[in-house]
Antibody, heavy 116, light 112 residues
């Protein structure tokens, strides 16, 4: 059974950093692109980052480019999102998703609140 | 960026009825490999999103065949035949042809 379990969320002050993790199981992690998608409270879905199978290629929207870094450790079947210079508008539930045939599996999400 | 225009924003339907949701993109979603990376997701209340349809018309794993997707280029439709109570939630289209990936604004389906 495919499972994606996020961790690392919480309350953080504006301008500070936070690192999210996603532990994957039930599939060959190294064979799949992976992504982070977020959802602000009562809002729609927003793509945050995608990483290639080897980690050599990463993609971001302008809203987080230069502040967020997606990475992976295939030996540990883990995905990460390093978030720096956090802003109040980064407050959201962050989902880890397998970027296979569509976004075919999602984690349960982890809440990040940016507030002083 | 590709803008995904999803309509209607909400629907209220009775059990057993059929409904359609439209998703139009500001650019063609045909990738250089000839495939169209337009997918449909359902977010049930309090849940993570779930894949329904990938690449326009392919059913996701375990998705009942009451769901179907059609379309091409810039114009796509999700159809739900014989709506059931478990179908309530917010439906999103998403394009993964062009970076940045973009989602539609969602269609909230309510059961009468």
């Amino acid at each position: 059974e495919v499972q994606l379990v996020e961790s690392g969320g919480g309350l953080v002050q504006p301008g500070r950093s936070l690192k999210l993790s996603c532990a994957a199981s039930g599939f060959t992690f190294s064979n799949y692109y992976m992504a982070w998608v977020r959802q602000a409270p009562k809002k729609g879905l927003e793509w945050v980052a995608t990483i290639s199978t080897s980690g050599s290629r990463t993609y971001y929207p302008d809203s987080v480019k230069g502040r967020f870094t997606i990475s992976r450790d295939n030996a540990k079947s883990s995905l990460y999102l390093q978030m720096n210079s956090l802003k109040s508008e980064d407050t959201a539930t962050y989902y880890c998703a397998r970027h296979g045939m569509g976004f075919d599996y999602w984690g349960q999400g982890v809440m990040v609140t940016v507030s002083s | 960026d590709v803008v995904m225009t999803q309509t209607p924003p909400s629907l209220s339907v009775a059990i057993g009825q059929s409904v359609s949701i439209s998703c139009k993109s500001s650019q063609s979603l045909v990738y250089s490999d000839g495939k169209t990376y337009l997918h449909w997701l359902l977010q049930s209340p309090g849940q993570s999103p779930k894949l329904l349809i990938y690449q326009v018309s392919n059913l996701g794993s375990g998705v009942p065949d009451r769901f179907s997707g059609t379309g091409s280029q810039k114009d796509f439709t999700l159809k739900i035949s014989r709506v059931e109570a478990e179908d309530l939630g917010v439906y999103y289209c998403v394009q993964a042809t062009h970076f940045p990936l973009t989602f539609g604004s969602g269609t909230k389906l309510e059961i009468k």
